[in-house]
């Protein structure tokens, strides 16, 4: 066998072996940590505050005093560009 046979072969397992590790790191297969209930109670405060500001939003928008301005626009003009030559 010559060498540059071998250096492929090496090649193409190394990418091969990088690729396998590639994609069980980004399956995770690890088990993720749970602290208890205590990201659910924070998920359920979350979803309940979301809940009380939408129906502010809804409130706001009813009475009219929420209004939803466009964005100005604003044209500027630039100077143009210039490349000077020093030599």
Known sequence: MTKHVARL?????SLLGFFLAWAGIAAHPWPQSQSGG???QALVQY??????????VRQLAASGRLQTAAPRVR???LPPLTT???S
């Open 9 to 13: 072969y090496i090649a193409s397992v």
């Open 38 to 40: 205590g990201s659910a």
């Open 47 to 56: 979803q309940q505050r979301l809940q009380v500001d939408a129906s502010l």
């Open 75 to 77: 044209v500027v003009t």
């Open 84 to 86: 000077t030559r020093t």
